[in-house]
Every structure is written in structure tokens, then in C-alpha cells.
């Protein structure tokens, strides 16, 4: 009986050893597949060059799901987190920070506005929209997205 049962514990312990090992593996490799996509956005002025900051963009979905709003930082950079399960979405101008929510901040000088955006080609190469309010182009890095954009003047109506 005694070898019966060291038989038995010596079966469970290696049994448990085996799981423990592979529920090891999963845990350090099925975070990183299912964990959101990060990417980077880069708000510029379309006549300087130079980053806009403290503004917002607005991401929405292709499945038509609920939209975010990005806060860009005073570097002009903002960071979109996007679920693994999405491959497209569209960016917009954003509306102005405070308690103005139906105006925008400024002027989206993207060409195409309101393009479909593949979240694929942003992270292999990042993507440079034209820009139809002047003649600054810059080269993305992979993950980033380069929003042209120009401050709404004075005069202009700035509801969306």
C-alpha cells in the first residue's frame, strides 16, 4: 500500500508540475496577443510643421461602436489604444477642451478627411494623410498617424 500510494502522489505531483508549466507559458503569452494595440497620434500644424498641442482627436470606430477622444499633450502626441479585434477606424478634428463639447478646436487639413485607416498598415509603416491646407510633409514611423490640422480663425463658425 505504501508503494501504491507514493506511485499515486509521485503521478499527481508530476501531473500538477505539467499543468503549472503550461499554464505558465499561456499566461506570459496570451496577455500580449490580446492586449490592446497602441498607436500614436501626431497633431501638426498644416502650414508650419509644428506640433498643435492641448488639443483633442476624435477616433471612431468602423463597426460604429461608441467613439473616443483623444487628448493630445503640449508636444502635440496623443496615445489611441485600440482593441486587437479592430482593423479600421476613422479620425476627426476634436471637439475644444472645457465645456464646449458641439465646437471644434480647429481645422482638419487631412486629404482625405475622414478616411478609413487601417490599423495594420499604421503599425508596419504609420501613415501621412495629404495635406490640403499647405505644403509641409513629414514621414510617419511605424504605429503613428499624422493629423494635419490648422487653428479655427476668429471669423469661422467652429460648431460641428
Given at each position: 500500500?505504501?508503494?501504491?500510494?507514493?506511485?499515486?502522489?509521485?503521478?499527481?505531483?508530476?501531473?500538477?508540475?505539467?499543468?503549472?508549466?503550461?499554464?505558465?507559458?499561456?499566461?506570459?503569452?496570451?496577455?500580449?496577443?490580446?492586449?490592446?494595440?497602441?498607436?500614436?497620434?501626431?497633431?501638426?500644424?498644416?502650414?508650419?510643421?509644428?506640433?498643435?498641442?492641448?488639443?483633442?482627436v476624435t477616433v471612431k470606430w468602423?463597426?460604429?461602436?461608441?467613439?473616443?477622444?483623444?487628448?493630445?499633450?503640449?508636444?502635440?502626441?496623443?496615445?489611441?489604444?485600440?482593441?486587437?479585434?479592430?482593423?479600421?477606424?476613422f479620425m476627426m478634428e476634436g471637439p475644444?477642451?472645457?465645456?464646449?463639447?458641439?465646437?471644434?478646436?480647429?481645422?482638419?487639413?487631412?486629404?482625405?478627411?475622414?478616411?478609413?485607416?487601417?490599423?495594420?498598415?499604421?503599425?508596419?509603416?504609420?501613415?501621412?494623410?495629404?495635406?490640403?491646407?499647405?505644403?509641409?510633409?513629414?514621414?510617419?514611423?511605424?504605429?503613428?498617424?499624422?493629423?494635419?490640422?490648422?487653428?479655427?480663425?476668429?471669423?469661422?463658425?467652429?460648431?460641428?
Amino acid at each position: 500500500m505504501n508503494s501504491q500510494l507514493k506511485a499515486l502522489f509521485s503521478t499527481v505531483f508530476h501531473t500538477i508540475g505539467a499543468l503549472a508549466i503550461v499554464l505558465i507559458i499561456a499566461g506570459a503569452v496570451l496577455p500580449t496577443a490580446l492586449a490592446a494595440q497602441a498607436l500614436t497620434v501626431r497633431l501638426l500644424n498644416a502650414k508650419t510643421g509644428r506640433a498643435i498641442g492641448n488639443k483633442k482627436v476624435t477616433v471612431k470606430w468602423a463597426d460604429g461602436s461608441k467613439s473616443l477622444e483623444i487628448l493630445v499633450d503640449s508636444n502635440g502626441l496623443g496615445k489611441i489604444e485600440i482593441p486587437t479585434a479592430t482593423r479600421e477606424f476613422f479620425m476627426m478634428e476634436g471637439p475644444r477642451i472645457g465645456n464646449e463639447p458641439d465646437r471644434v478646436a480647429y481645422i482638419d487639413c487631412n486629404e482625405p478627411s475622414m478616411a478609413l485607416i487601417q490599423t495594420a498598415q499604421v503599425l508596419e509603416k504609420g501613415i501621412a494623410p495629404g495635406n490640403r491646407c499647405g505644403h509641409q510633409s513629414v514621414l510617419p514611423r511605424p504605429g503613428e498617424i499624422i493629423f494635419w490640422a490648422l487653428p479655427t480663425p476668429w471669423w469661422k463658425p467652429d460648431l460641428q
